[in-house]
Antibody, heavy 116, light 112 residues
Framework: EVQLVESGGGLVQPGGSLRLSCAVS????????MIWVRQAPGKGLEAVSM???????FYTDSMRGRFTISRDISKNTVSLEVSSLGTEDTAVYYC??????????WGRGTLVTVSS | DVVMTQSPLSLPVTLGQSASISCRSS???????????LSWFQQRPGQSPRRLIY???NRDSGVPDRFSGGGSGPDFTLKISRVEAEDIGVYYC?????????FGQGTKLEIK
């Protein structure tokens, strides 16, 4: 059974940083693409970043340079380092598997709140 | 970047009736392998998204056959026949043919 469990969210001041983690079970990271998708309160879904099975990283233009995706194959975890946060980054961040141009498994998400 | 436009954004439906959601892509979604990577997701209140349909018309395991996807670029459709109370939520289309993946704005299905 595939399980994706996010952690690391919380309250952070504008300009601050956080490291989000996703514990993956039931999947091998070296065989799968993993993606972070976020959802601002009451808003829609937005792809943030993706890492391929061989470690190639993808970012949306607005987040390039502020967000860094990585993985630890030995621990089967995927991380998203988010920095220079603004109030517009307040959202639930979901970890998910990207598979053949779609997203089939989702975690429950971790809430990041940017506020002073 | 590809822009996905859904309509309507709000969809009041009577239980037992049918519902249809449209999604239009701003660019071709045909990938170099010939496939069209258009998916549909359901998000019930307080839950994570759940995929219903992938590659335009392929239903996921466990998804009732009341849900069907169709269309060809740039217009795609999700149809729900015989709407049930459990279908309440927001529905999103998403293209995965080009990075960045892009979602539609979402269509909120509510019961009249």
């Amino acid at each position: 059974e595939v399980q994706l469990v996010e952690s690391g969210g919380g309250l952070v001041q504008p300009g601050g940083s956080l490291r989000l983690s996703c514990a993956v079970s039931g999947l091998t990271l070296s065989d799968n693409f993993m993606i972070w998708v976020r959802q601002a309160p009451g808003k829609g879904l937005e792809a943030v970043s993706m890492i391929s099975n061989d470690g190639i990283t993808f970012y949306t233009d607005s987040m390039r340079g502020r967000f860094t995706i990585s993985r630890d194959i030995s621990k089967n975890t995927v991380s998203l380092e988010v920095s220079s946060l603004g109030t517009e980054d307040t959202a639930v961040y979901y970890c998910a598997r990207a598979h053949w141009g779609s997203i089939d498994f989702w975690g429950r998400g971790t809430l990041v709140t940017v506020s002073s | 970047d590809v822009v996905m436009t859904q309509s309507p954004l709000s969809l009041p439906v009577t239980l037992g009736q049918s519902a249809s959601i449209s999604c239009r892509s701003s660019q071709s979604l045909v990938y170099s392998d010939g496939n069209t990577y258009l998916s549909w997701f359901q998000q019930r209140p307080g839950q994570s998204p759940r995929r219903l349909i992938y590659k335009v018309s392929n239903r996921d395991s466990g998804v009732p056959d009341r849900f069907s996807g169709g269309g060809s670029g740039p217009d795609f459709t999700l149809k729900i026949s015989r709407v049930e109370a459990e279908d309440i939520g927001v529905y999103y289309c998403m293209q995965g043919s080009r990075w960045p993946y892009a979602f539609g704005q979402g269509t909120k299905l509510e019961i009249k």
